[in-house]
Each structure stands twice: as C-alpha cells, then as structure tokens.
C-alpha cells in the first residue's frame, strides 16, 4: 500500500471517527427520545450544529472511502476500515469517559491483529 493510499484510508477513518464524535455529542444535546418528544426531536437534528457537523464528517470520510477503494482491493480496504471500530471506542473513553472492559480491550487488540495481518504482503 502506498503513502497516498493509506493516507486516503486513514483520512476515510478518522473523518469518520469524528462523525461519531459529533453525533454523540449532538445525541447527548437532543436528549432522550421518547414517543411524545419523537417529532420534534427528528425536526431538532437539522438544526443541532453537532448533528450537522457529524453528518458533514460521515460524508468526507465517505468520499474518502470512495477514493481509497479507487486504488486499493476491496479485500484490504474493508479490513482497514474496520479501525472506525478502535477509534471510536478511544473516543468513547477519552471525550465521554466511557469505560474500557477488559473483553472490549481484547477486542480491540483483535481488530488491530487482523488489519495488520490483512493489509501486511
């Protein structure tokens, strides 16, 4: 895999990693949806900046995808992007104190194992 083509997926991943981010910064801003508050809660996503924001994020890493698998095999792209997984639970941690388990640490090990055993000729 050249530079540009793991910069393209690490562009993909990370932009969407910071989608997640936003939108679980804008879910939290929203509050509990409940049948009485659905409604407005749906109308309230297109003018939460966070939401917005995440939604912009999940379209770059998207494009960014999109252009990755343009230069590299399917069968290396998918595993590699599979580190949204990782990302995401570190972001859980670090931005929403969301705790690490023992079971989720193993697991992130394993995609980490599994990406560099796939992407490694």
Known sequence: MSPQEFGLLLIAVITSSCGQIL????ALQLGEVTPGNAVSHILSIATTPALL??????GVGAIAYILAL??????IAAPSA???????????YFFFQEPI?????VGMGL??????????R
């Open 23 to 26: 939108l679980k910064t804008g």
């Open 53 to 58: 924001g995440g939604l912009c994020a999940y």
């Open 70 to 75: 343009t230069r590299i095999n399917l069968s």
């Open 82 to 92: 599979s580190l949204i997984y990782v990302f995401s639970v570190m972001a859980g």
């Open 101 to 105: 388990s023992i079971g989720r640490a």
């Open 111 to 120: 995609i980490i194992c599994g990406v560099i055993l796939v992407t490694v």
